[in-house]
């Protein structure tokens, strides 16, 4: 059984870091696609990033692009989101998310697994 567990989240200034951390286990982690979504009060998910198997191939929406990176640790089961450069349209509950890879590469933001989330404020 899938499970995701994020952590990280806190309330930040504009302009501060944060990292978040999502803790994979009951699957083969370095078989699944995994991102980042996140989802503000009265506004719909947007994909943040996704990042391929390998972790070698990762793409960013266009608004995080320059300020956000995300990696992940196979051995260590484990999805990041380093944030920069925060900015108060970026408040948001973040979810880690996953998808087996059965053919092709990587990409888009169709996820069949979710974590609960971990929420990310930013104030100006």
């Known amino acids: 059984q899938v499970q995701l567990v994020e952590s990280g989240g806190g309330s930040v200034q504009a302009g501060g870091s944060l990292r978040l951390s999502c803790a994979a286990s009951?699957?083969?982690?370095?078989?699944?696609?995994m991102g980042w979504i996140r989802q503000a009060p009265g506004k719909e998910r947007e994909g943040v990033a996704g990042?391929?198997?390998?972790?070698?191939?990762?793409y960013y929406a266009d608004s995080v692009k320059g300020r956000f990176t995300i990696s992940r640790d196979n051995a260590k089961m484990t999805l990041y989101l380093q944030m920069n450069s925060l900015e108060p349209g970026d408040t948001a509950m973040y979810y880690c998310?996953?998808?087996?890879?059965?053919?092709?590469?990587?990409?888009?933001?169709?996820?069949?697994?979710w974590g609960q989330g971990t929420q990310v404020t930013v104030s100006s």
């Open positions: 998310a996953a998808y087996r890879l059965e053919h092709g590469s990587c990409g888009g933001y169709e996820y069949n697994y």
């Open positions: 009951g699957y083969s982690y370095s078989s699944y696609c």
């Open positions: 990042i391929s198997t390998t972790g070698r191939w990762t």
